[in-house]
């Protein structure tokens, strides 16, 4: 039996997985906890003395000091490390999981498919305690129970049931801190022109409602540029709850800018086009997107919706067999068996020591201690009277989900999935 703490980030990407993960692995009689990662998961660590903590992928020295470094000194803890992105693009894999630092202190790296642990290991030049097992976030595309969903959101939303759904997601927007100037100018120009596409497509389907989904972190400025730009029709709805794969589950049709949900659609079964008014380099690509069917203008993307409308849409073939490919390189297996085998490996790393830190991490480590407890405690104290984002994960979020009738049919059709797939690393 092991206590552990699952860090969560991005509710809308995270906390369904995560707590499917901690209920099959509290099953098993594990002591087990998930913990936000925006608001002091330091102080979370240090009460709750974990053996394993279970994160999402991190960058900074100040991540490394207070996730993996003093707990280490403190509670010789094992990390595991999921990575929640791994189709990433050639320009961002360094910066994104670059940290030699956070990289060679990890107990275990859980890779999706073989190209990200290539990756890992060519491309970060690190070799450790590595595991494939697919994703464990497309798992509950198999179990979700549309009616459900759709019928509930119809009500929850003022959505009509009797007309087809279009699910929009729009990941275009980027960090302040972009450096990359061309990525910048892509970025701005993209999310001006795809939205003046969308409006229009809206304009010409008015029998269809169209569900717009901005990216988590889109900052509320900008959202508001996207509310008011909508704000004439009456078929544009601006939601973002739920897990993608709720919607995938109530909808025709998605179409994305260059969001990796694009694989949740596929999987889904669900017809997915990239809207790109303006051409984007190769550089700055997803690896996936040479698998997704892309429209470079409005009648390009208004014949496909009218396809989908007919029931009548179809890809080329040569597309098709390049996307199996993907999905086999980046995903491994579709079995929707990943969960089970991710607590597999987890129990695993649960018999082994911990991987030791490095002696030089070993020494100064107290004034970080203090530096790290600090900045915590002040940000629970403005925490308390700040006014919290709709993507902040709350205690009520956890329950919330937990009792919601959706959640417990998937769950149960999960848990009595028995049989766990043979694989081989």
Known sequence: ?????????????????????????????????????????????????????????????????????????????????????????????????????????????????PSFYEGIITKLGYKTSCCIIGSYRLDVLKYLPSLSIREEFSVKYNLNIDKRWILISANLFRSKNEKNERRAYLIDKSRVLFAEGIKNLAMNFPEIEFIYR????????????????????????????????????????????????????????????????????????????????????????????????????????????KREEFLKNYYYRLDYMATLRLIEEIEKIDSKPSTALQNDYRFFWFLDFLKISRIEFLRLFKGILKKKSKNYIRRRDLKNMIKSKIFRITYERMKNEKELSNYRF
């Open 1 to 113: 039996m092991a206590k552990i703490i699952i860090l969560a980030e991005v509710k809308q990407r995270e906390l369904l997985p995560s707590i499917i993960l901690m209920r099959m692995l509290q099953e098993k009689g594990h002591i087990v906890k998930i913990v936000n990662f925006l608001s002091a998961p330091f102080i979370n660590i240090l009460l709750f003395k974990p053996d394993i903590i279970i994160n999402n992928g991190m960058r900074s020295d100040f991540n490394f000091n207070r996730i993996i470094r003093i707990p280490k000194i403190l509670f010789n803890v094992k990390i595991v490390t999921l990575y929640a992105e791994q189709v990433l693009s050639n320009s961002n894999m360094d910066s994104y999981y670059g940290n030699s630092k956070i990289l060679h202190n990890t107990d275990l790296h859980v890779c999706w498919g």
């Open 214 to 321: 901005l990216h988590p972190a889109t900052p509320s400025d900008e959202a508001k540029i996207d509310y008011d730009f909508f704000e004439s029709l009456d078929n544009v709805h601006f939601i973002c709850d739920y897990p993608i794969s709720y919607w995938l589950k109530s909808v025709v049709m998605m179409i994305i800018w260059q969001s990796t949900s694009a694989v949740e659609g596929w999987v889904a079964k669900i017809p997915t086009v990239a809207f790109h008014p303006i051409e984007i380099e190769e550089q700055f690509l997803g690896w996936h997107m040479s698998c997704v069917t892309t429209d470079w203008n409005l009648k390009s993307l208004s014949s496909h919706v009218k396809a989908v409308v007919a029931n009548s849409f179809c890809e080329d073939e040569l597309l098709l067999d």
